[in-house]
């Protein structure tokens, strides 16, 4: 069964830095193009940063930007988002989420939420003091 995985969310300070896994069972993330997605309490679910199937990644969310860095693994079939200096708004569930696409589909952005066909269900980051 097709399926995606996240963790690795929990409670932290701000200033603090955590790595998200995403991993798969099922297919093999290398050829899909991976996306992360977070909902804030009481917002609708933003884009965050993605990576298609040939390396190249893309962030979407201005706020995350030289902070969070999405790189994949292969050898484990898993994407990882790693957080750092983490403020008190990036609290939110994180989600992960995978589609096969054209190759250098969304070069310049990422994949918008509609266009993935698996999805995690999502991981928890909290950050406060």
């Known amino acids: 069964q097709l399926q995606l995985v996240e963790s690795g969310g929990g409670l932290v300070q701000p200033g603090s830095s955590l790595r998200l896994s995403c991993a798969a069972t099922g297919f093999t993330l290398e050829s899909y193009n991976i996306g992360w997605f977070r909902q804030a309490p009481g917002k609708e679910r933003e884009g965050v940063t993605c990576?298609?199937?040939?390396?190249?990644?893309?962030t979407d969310a201005d706020s995350v930007k030289g902070r969070f860095t999405i790189f994949r693994d292969n050898a484990r079939n898993a994407v990882y988002l790693q957080m750092s200096s983490l403020k008190p708004e990036d609290t939110a569930v994180y989600y992960c989420?995978?589609?096969?696409?054209?190759?250098?589909?969304?070069?310049?952005?990422?994949?918008?939420?509609?266009?993935?066909?698996?999805w995690g269900q999502g991981t928890r980051v909290t950050v406060s003091s």
């Open positions: 989420a995978a589609v096969i696409l054209p190759k250098d589909s969304y070069y310049y952005t990422c994949p918008p939420a509609g266009e993935y066909e698996y």
């Open positions: 990576i298609n199937n040939s390396g190249h990644s893309t």
